[in-house]
């Protein structure tokens, strides 16, 4: 168990939705990353937070958004969802701003039907 | 062009057959790589950290080492629990921030 935590586990939902994924983060971490894992690109960096503040965009969509709040704790957005959003998205999280080693949370499985 | 290449793709060893994973990174001014290792349809699950080349780190049957240009991971008389995916991972001076470059994982398979 990294001590990252991630709801919802699994998500269903249609093409042009709107869902909401939540992270806590390590107690003590005050960066907080969403990656995107798919089975054909693999995991990629999708955002960065540092104590609620962006800090670095990856290939995140513009219909993706997130925010990192002042607990701490994190959350992604995704609209207008399509097809080949489905993936596994998990955050990640770090002591600093810039890397010492990430922990990844469970991940949440969304399938967009 | 990929910044981070593992191979091979796929390995089957034999319970107790050592080998060896590669990861080759083209990134200049390297910050640092990483390996996880990551069973399906879970988190990956942090192992090493190396800086600088010649760095080694070591954690049960794994051994960790960095050159310039590559990283290896080497296992010695793996046993079936160890069959997961070993991804490795890059951070380079002048990237986003921290975020991890990854490569896209050796699939290890160990048979009793």
């Known amino acids: 168990d990294s001590g990252v935590t991630q709801t919802p586990k699994h998500l269903i939902t249609a093409t042009g939705q709107r869902v909401t994924l939540r992270c806590s983060p390590r107690s003590g971490d005050l960066s907080v990353y969403w990656y995107q894992q798919s089975l054909d690109q693999g995991l990629q960096f999708l955002i960065q937070?540092?104590?609620?503040?962006?800090?670095a965009k990856g290939n995140i969509l513009e219909r993706f958004s997130a925010q990192q709040f002042p607990d701490l704790h994190s959350e992604l957005n995704l609209s207008s969802l399509e097809l080949g959003d489905s993936a596994l998205y998990f955050c990640?999280?770090?002591?600093?701003?810039?890397?010492?080693?990430?922990?990844f949370g469970p991940g949440t499985r969304l399938t967009v039907l | 062009e990929d910044q981070v290449t593992q191979s091979p793709e796929a390995l089957r060893l034999q319970e107790g057959e050592s080998s060896s994973l590669n990861c080759s990174y083209t990134?200049?001014?390297?910050?640092?790589l990483f390996w996880y290792r990551q069973d399906p349809g879970k988190g990956p699950e942090f192992l090493f950290t190396?800086?600088?080349a010649g760095e080694e780190k070591e954690k049960e049957r794994l051994k960790a080492t960095l050159t310039k240009k590559e990283s290896f991971l080497h296992i010695t008389a793996p046993k079936p629990e160890d069959s997961a995916t070993y991804l490795c991972?890059?951070?380079?001076?002048?990237?986003?921030?921290?975020?991890?470059?990854f490569g896209k994982g050796t699939k290890l398979s160990v048979k009793p």
């Open positions: 990640a999280s770090s002591v600093g701003e810039t890397t010492r080693e990430q922990f």
């Open positions: 990134v200049s001014g390297l910050r640092g």
């Open positions: 190396l800086y600088s």
């Open positions: 991972a890059v951070v380079f001076y002048g990237g986003s921030q921290g975020n991890l470059i």
């Open positions: 937070y540092y104590n609620g503040e962006e800090r």
